[in-house]
């Protein structure tokens, strides 16, 4: 367990229902000016918000719901054909002011925090590397969250998330694709998005929609530029990833 967890209750939960497996890890930036603004938020009824943990910049932990109640962070998303996240999820919120007012590095006290408290969570409940994600990746549409400035590396080494195999290098010869492109090429790259869980439509040319999941892709696998077009590289990068997250299942199938 994490040491040092600061037990402060949030009314907003509720059950997560029958049956329902807790097999998805979601971490977000709080996007607020302060921690205890964010703290008071996901604590405070009428937000009708919550997470079961927040990350101070300084590494301390809080608890805001029980790992076995559903907890309100997630919205209007989807993972690998699965909507109700937040009732098969853990939601980490991690203190960041975010894009709106001054998006910064996360420090070391606050990484190393995030890393012992999602290793320690992915190990009791058997999640797996494909089912630790970001806001972003599962409601492309609407979130950026925690953004590019997070270590998801990092994160990949104890074992959460997926990362690049060791000497992977991109293929930089592909003819980058970007709104309006199509073909085969554009199919594949859909299939593959689908592949790592991405929610985008299985057929049609290079639309603002599939810009917009390449952004979040680029957010979380290739953050040196997020663009939305998927140049050599990105599309080297969602193939490997691709590669990684193995074939599109239901998540209940994964269950053993
Ligand atoms: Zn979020």
Redesign the pocket.
């Known amino acids: 367990m994490v040491e040092k967890t600061i037990w402060q209750p949030s009314p907003n939960f509720d059950d997560r229902g029958d049956g329902v497996p807790t097999d998805m890890l979601?971490?977000?930036?709080?996007?607020m000016e302060t921690g205890a603004a964010a703290l008071a938020r996901l604590t405070e009824e009428n937000s009708q918000v919550s997470?079961h943990y927040l990350v101070e910049e300084d590494g301390t932990v809080f608890q805001l719901v029980e790992e076995k109640n559903r907890a309100w962070?997630?919205?209007v998303s989807a993972w690998r054909g699965e909507t109700n996240i937040n009732a098969r999820s853990i939601?980490i919120?991690i203190v960041n002011p975010g894009h709106e007012f001054g998006y910064r590095a996360f420090p070391d006290n606050q990484m190393a925090s995030v890393a012992d408290l999602s290793k320690d969570i992915v190990e009791r409940h058997g999640i797996q590397p494909t089912h630790v994600v970001?806001?972003?990746d599962v409601?492309p549409a609407r979130?950026e969250?925690?953004g590019e400035l997070f270590a998801w590396e990092k994160l990949s080494e104890i074992g959460v998330g997926i990362w690049f195999g060791k000497g992977w290098r991109a293929d930089l010869t592909r003819p980058s694709l970007h709104v309006g492109s199509e073909g085969d090429i554009v199919q594949r790259l859909r299939e593959h998005l689908r592949g790592i869980g991405y929610g985008v439509a299985e057929i049609g040319l290079f639309d603002d929609e599939l810009s917009v999941v390449i952004k979040a892709f680029q957010r979380h696998w290739r953050p040196n530029l997020i663009d939305g077009v998927a140049d050599s590289e990105t599309q080297s990068a969602v193939e490997e990833i691709f590669k990684r997250s193995g074939r599109l299942t239901p998540l209940a199938a994964r269950l053993t």
Do not use: I, M
């Open positions: 979601v971490l977000h930036y709080t996007g997470a962070h997630a919205g939601g919120e970001g806001h972003s409601a979130k969250d925690p």
